[in-house]
C-alpha cells in the first residue's frame, strides 16, 4: 500500500473512538460488519482492531 493512503496513528485512534461506542452498543452480526469495514478503512487486521475497539 502506498504511504500516502495510510492512516496515522493519530487519524486510527481518532477512528477507532468514534466506532467504539456504535461497537459496544452492536450485536454479534453487526460487529462483523463493523470490524470489515474498521479494516477496510484502517488497513489493520480485525484481530487488531477488535481489541483496540474493547481498550477505548
Known amino acids: ?3 500516502e493512503d ?3 496513528i493519530n487519524k486510527r485512534r481518532r477512528y477507532l473512538k468514534m466506532v ?3 461497537y459496544a452498543k452492536a450485536g454479534r452480526g453487526e460487529r462483523t460488519e ?3 469495514e474498521m479494516e ?5 487486521v480485525q484481530k ?3 481489541a483496540a475497539v474493547t481498550r477505548t
Open 20 to 22: 467504539a461506542l456504535r
Open 1 to 3: 500500500m502506498p504511504s
Open 40 to 44: 477496510a478503512v484502517t488497513g489493520a
Open 6 to 8: 495510510r492512516m496515522t
Open 34 to 36: 463493523l470490524s470489515i
Open 48 to 50: 487488531e482492531l477488535g
